[in-house]
């Protein structure tokens, strides 16, 4: 019997732990990526990754909070079997990454240091500067890049980079036997057999336009295996960041580690006060955070600063504008802080360097002026699990170690994991909880695939023994999609298209949610698709390192996806975690408090799991149950006071 | 993937060959440093010419030395250091002007331009140059109580047309400061190549003293300089500054060779 | 969410809407002639110049009004961390994400600003218009080899400890995202020849710094002590001036000019 192989698509944090997790288990891993490794997406993320650590768990903090305080941020959504495992194993990737050589912060004696996030009341965050996403990715890259060269392990790991995912194969039986994919410089199509496909590809902000996210983020190898049966999860649930600096080419992230270290939001107490911020005194500010959340203060979720900002600028007070100013004050100076320049120079460096370098202002001087922006797909592929029937106090109730269901796609034999998939985050993401859930998955599934692929019956079992035709087959129908899109002759330009579709997404369906735009936004969908297969213009007709090509393809992909997250996002009607709905007819009524005007979360008919499947061309919504065995859902305000009086009025 | 390895004598070499380079470099601009100082002296006829004697007094011993502490190391870091400059590097002074880029850039120029300099330098003023090339007429070094005024002759009017003498002082003046650039410089950059200064600011603060080694040695080159070609006198009597009491036959020895 | 209003704020101070002119240096594969062409596009505050290349893929029109391709260019971040779109602006290498289109105009008054230069990066083999080829740098991380040699991935608790101050020196360099800044500008680094630049003395440095590192780092510094290692080194300085990351890779290279010597004198000594 021939070597088996996986296949491992995307190297960012998800990728790269599957890969040198199955390398270390004896397996051969064939690493795609649209980009040299190191310039994935995971190295834009700045804050930090959660763990409970000793210091936390003498206070009170234990694995099991974390849990909970993951699940109550996703709002519920989240199964609980994944995250209390993710939850449990965190302090033991903590570790791992520490031998692996991550540079975080460290204590005076040198043990890690930790910082307060979003969500928690405990310090449990461990961090290397504001670069952490920057400096786990380097870390896993060097880990990788040895599997890569050194002798001892064979060249386990074979990186192909500067290729594109262009779809699944599936064999006779259905499963996943391997990829199509294509140098993005030779533009030459080629198949390759694994015995095991995990996507790690990532998130889709680019449909949203401008976002946090890199501009290689299109979602387009999720959805390419949507297209071809795989289910999506969660797929109308997307984070929007509350703190971003917007830019014309995209949003940069101002991370939630300011706030974390001590950073305040604040907006003018008067509308369209045209002060600069360090001129408007502190009794004519107004702290709404701190007002509103007394206990948690800066540091409650991000879709609940989020929409606190909407709101607050909803109401005119905004700044960055008269009376409609978007923005509002994100504040690091010393006189809010009471923290000295150098001590936050030390720990946020990064991010501050980001806002001086973009803005030309340096934010330890002067408040940052920052909005949201999408952020983070909570949503993606849906991967099953197999439980842990052990009670919790025996270890069990996450789940089952090693069980080839865990992180398995609908289709057998096509994994996901990372952004790519839905599994941990649900309705909404806790800062410094992505870098985890990545990792953590990454590693946890290694031995996963590696029973999956030792014990597949069906076909001869190996990839290696599937037939050279099914592989041909699928190399010849992309061929003929490349040459069809290389000679489309219309007026469409696909950057204009994807244009379009960003703007209309961000506009309709990011966090507020009104069904009557909404189905607008559907149209409009429905109509660029139409322009898309029938006008399409391709300004670019080379056979090398052809850039718009690749660019047009995924827009169709882009297009997929838009219509799964706004089908799906229509058809939830209630408020959870990212997105609060509210119904069309208190569309214009902003003169109604937002906890007032917006739908309330709907426990009774709405915590499932939304699934969207690909049939005959049209994205079809299915509903499954979420796994609330461990925890029950309870109101979740993080202490927000009643308190709805106006700011004139204080 | 050609591996980098460190265990046979080949791939020793490269490091050897650089170091040894560096090495005599730094043998080199000792010897340049006493002799800008003893030149320095030109501005005393009568001093010049004790230090002059002085160094002949090694004799037997000087070939010997000149050829180990100057010639060998001189040769050495010459030649290596001409194939340096060339070795794939593309300069880009222009592009990048930054302090540390113009060094380097002068650095290499300098060092070209020493080459030819110092070759002419010794073809016309040392003994084994001249009886190497057989040049006739030309003037010649005269140790013996007469290494003032034949330095001068040689410096500031070997030949009879004004413009090749004016050519040939500024050719002096050229060198001098470039053997003094090249050397404070090359003081600087070894004390990195060799781990001396292992940060940024060890660095800057080492090259504020090798600034002010420069300051130093470009007023010794340049008195030198002075002393030989501009207010040197071919014709200072030898009894101004004979040590051992010749006379007049030497004068006119000299002489005869214009 | 009304995003698109908020990025379309007036700009504080009012600059004349000259258009952008871009003047790239273009090449339809690697062994083709390079050309150059001309672009024109809107002014609009806030730009960088990555968000003027957006505006030439969705409009790829030369200022002469002729239809052309769309320039091809990598990117990925857009902040400054990923290192992918480095190119050489204005005669300098840089990131095309992070060179803003106003502070570049406001030098020039009420005058129309020139137009701003971009070619590929010169050191690497173009690929395609901007795009070059960078694995030179990937291959030498593997020669040194760049990575902690850990046991294995099974948990064994936690690393070694390490003072902050150490971590400090740590951090600075891990940083380092495979740019290619420190390379172009570097005189000593070309295609012609084999040195490896301040990239690599700065990461054998990190690796070599690290307790775990300590297992592999005679191998790690013999890798930079032959030809095209440390002694090429000919200190013009130009990487710590361009690096996006201030890293201070003149330390990383006394460093090594120091660990190399040292090594050199025990090896001699007693090997």
């Not at chain 1, 946020?348 to 340096?362: A, H, M, Q, R």
């Not at chain 2, 180990?68 to 060339?86: N, R």
């Not at chain 2, 292992?198 to 130093?216: D, E, L, P």
């Not at chain 3, 330390?251 to 660990?259: E, F, L, T, V, Y």
Request: aromatic share 10%; glycine share 10%.
């Amino acid at each position: 019997m021939s070597q088996k192989r996986v296949i491992v698509v995307g190297g960012g944090l998800a990728g790269l732990s599957a890969a040198m997790k199955l390398a270390e288990e004896e397996i051969s891993v064939d690493l795609f990526s649209l980009v040299p490794v190191k310039r994935s997406h995971s190295v834009c993320a700045q804050g930090g990754i959660n763990a409970c650590n000793e210091v936390a768990r003498q206070q009170g903090y234990s694995e099991w909070e974390h849990f909970f305080e993951t699940i109550k941020g996703g709002d519920f959504l989240a199964n609980q079997a994944p995250v209390l495992d993710m939850a449990r194993q965190a302090p033991k990737v903590i570790d791992l990454l520490d031998r692996i050589g991550v540079p975080f912060n460290r204590t005076a004696e040198g043990y890690l240091a930790l910082r307060l996030f979003g969500g928690s009341l405990f310090k449990r965050t461990h961090f290397a500067g504001a670069t952490t996403g920057q400096q786990l990715l380097y870390a896993l890259d060097e880990q990788c890049r040895r599997w890569e060269a050194e002798r001892e392990g064979g060249g386990r790991i074979t990186k192909y980079e500067f290729w594109d995912f262009l779809c699944p194969v599936r064999d006779d039986h259905g499963r996943c036997v391997g990829i199509v994919a294509q140098d993005l410089r030779t533009m030459q199509i080629r198949a390759f057999r694994g015995d095991a496909v995990i996507m790690a590809t990532g998130g889709n902000g680019l449909i949203f336009g401008q976002s946090t996210m890199s501009v290689i983020c299109t979602g387009s190898a999720a959805a390419r295996c949507y297209a071809e049966g795989a289910r999506l999860g969660n797929p109308e649930f997307v984070q929007v960041h509350p703190t971003a600096i917007p830019g014309e080419d995209k949003c940069r992230l101002m991370s939630e580690s300011a706030r974390g270290e001590g950073g305040r939001i604040w907006v003018p107490r008067t509308k369209g006060d045209p002060r600069p911020a360090n001129d408007i005194p502190e009794e004519e500010r107004d702290y709404f955070l701190e007002r509103l959340y007394p206990t948690y203060k800066n540091i409650v979720p991000r879709d609940i600063a989020t929409r606190e900002i909407f709101y607050i600028c909803e109401q005119g007070y905004g700044v960055g504008g008269e009376g409609n100013g978007q923005m509002v004050y994100l504040d690091l100076t010393e006189r809010a802080t009471g923290i000295k320049y150098e001590v936050l120079k030390k720990r946020l460096g990064g991010i501050l360097e980001i806002y001086e370098k973009f803005v030309g202002v340096d934010p330890l001087l002067e408040p940052m002026k920052i909005y949201p922006a999408v952020h983070y797909s909570m949503g993606g592929l849906w991967v099953d699990f197999e439980k842990d029937t052990r009670p919790y106090e025996q270890g069990g109730g996450g789940m089952k170690e090693g069980d080839p269901k865990n992180q398995m796609t609908n289709i057998p034999g096509l994994y996901a994991v990372g952004e790519a998939d839905y599994q941990y985050h649900g309705a909404n993401r806790l800062g410094a909880n992505s870098l985890l859930s990545c990792i953590f998955a990454g590693l946890f599934m290694g031995p996963c695939v590696k029973n999956y692929i030792n014990n597949v019956k069906e076909g001869g079992g190996s990839a290696s023994d599937v037939n050279a035709s099914i592989y041909e087959a699928c190399v010849k129908d992309q061929q003929k999609l490349m040459d069809k899109l290389l000679s489309a002759d219309g007026d469409q330009n696909p950057y204009v298209i994807q244009r379009e579709l960003g703007q209309t997404m961000s506009d309709n369906v990011t966090i507020l949610r009104i069904n009557k735009r909404m189905k607008q936004t559907l149209s409009l969908i429905e109509e660029l698709k139409h322009r898309y297969q029938t006008r399409l213009g391709m300004p670019d007709g080379s056979h090398w390192s052809n850039q718009t090509l690749s660019f047009a393809r995924s827009v169709w992909d882009m297009l997929l996806l838009s219509e799964a997250i706004t089908k799906a996002a229509i058809a939830r009607d209630e408020s959870r975690g990212a997105h609060f709905k509210i119904p069309d007819e208190y569309e214009t009524r902003s003169d109604i408090p937002l906890d007032d005007r917006a739908m309330k979360r709907d426990d009774a008919n709405w915590l499932k799991t939304t699934l969207a499947t690909y049939v005959n061309g049209q994205c079809e919504l299915s509903y499954e149950l979420v796994d609330i065995s461990l925890a029950h859902p309870e109101k979740r305000d993080y202490g927000k006071t009643t308190d709805h009086r106006t700011l004139e009025t204080q | 993937m050609t591996k980098f390895g460190f265990d046979t004598i080949a791939e020793q070499r490269h490091f050897l060959l650089r170091r040894i380079h560096s090495l005599m470099g730094l043998v080199f601009g000792a010897y340049i440093t006493m002799h800008l100082f003893v030149n320095a002296t030109g501005l005393w006829p009568k001093a010049y010419q004790q230090n002059v004697d002085h160094i002949h007094s090694l004799e037997p011993m000087l070939p010997l030395i000149e050829i180990g502490a100057i010639f060998v190391p001189m040769l050495l870091h010459a030649i290596y250091g001409i194939y340096i400059t060339k070795a794939g590097v593309k300069y880009n002074m222009m592009k990048y002007n930054y302090g540390g880029n113009i060094r380097y850039t002068m650095q290499r120029w300098a060092g070209v331009i020493l080459v030819l300099f110092v070759a002419y330098h010794i073809a016309t003023l040392h003994k084994w140059g001249l009886a190497l090339l057989g040049v006739q007429g030309f003037p010649k070094f005269d140790a013996q109580n007469m290494a003032y005024q034949s330095t001068v002759r040689a410096v500031r009017s070997p030949y009879r047309s004004q413009l090749a003498n004016i050519a040939v002082i500024f050719f002096y003046l050229l060198g001098t400061w470039s053997a003094v650039f090249h050397w404070a410089n090359g003081l600087w950059t070894a004390a990195i190549a060799w781990g001396l200064t292992t940060t940024a600011a060890s660095q800057k603060r080492w090259g504020h003293v090798c600034c002010g080694f420069g300051i130093v040695m470009l007023v010794l080159g340049t008195t030198a300089w002075a002393a030989f070609a501009i207010v040197g006198n071919p014709d200072l009597p030898v009894s101004q500054t004979t040590t051992s009491g010749l006379g007049q036959a030497q004068m006119n020895d000299v002489n005869g060779h214009r | 969410m009304t995003t698109a209003d908020s990025t379309k704020t007036p700009p504080t101070s009012p600059l004349p809407p000259f258009p952008i002119v871009l003047r790239i240096k273009r090449q339809d594969r690697p062994d083709a002639a390079p050309y150059w062409q001309t672009f024109s596009v809107p002014y609009r505050p806030n730009m960088n110049v990555t968000s003027v290349l957006q505006q030439i893929q969705s409009n790829p029109v030369t200022a002469n009004g002729e239809k052309t391709s769309p320039v091809n260019y990598d990117a990925a971040c857009l902040e400054e961390v990923c290192g992918s779109c480095t190119m050489i602006i204005n005669g300098k290498v840089q990131q095309a994400c992070s060179v803003l289109i106003d502070p570049l105009r406001a030098k020039c008054g009420n005058a129309p600003p020139p137009p701003i230069i971009i070619e590929p990066m010169s050191k690497f083999p173009v690929i395609r218009d901007l795009i070059v080829d960078r694995t030179r740098m990937f291959e030498n991380l593997k020669r040194i080899k760049g990575w902690l040699p850990i046991d294995g991935y099974y948990h064994r608790g936690p690393g070694p400890k390490v003072d902050p101050q150490t971590q400090d020196e740590l951090y600075d360099m891990s940083r380092c995202m495979t740019c290619g800044c420190c390379l172009e500008a570097c005189p000593q680094f070309t295609k012609a020849n084999t040195f490896v630049g301040a990239q690599i003395f700065s990461q054998v440095k990190y690796f070599n710094l690290h307790p775990t590192g300590q297992a592999d780092a005679d191998e790690r510094l013999e890798a930079i002590m032959g030809e095209g290692g440390i002694t090429d080194c000919g200190n013009a300085q130009n990487c710590v001036k361009v690096c996006p990351k201030d890293i201070p890779l003149l330390d990383s290279i006394g460093w090594s000019g120091r660990a190399a010597t040292i090594h050199s004198i025990k090896k001699f000594f007693s090997k």
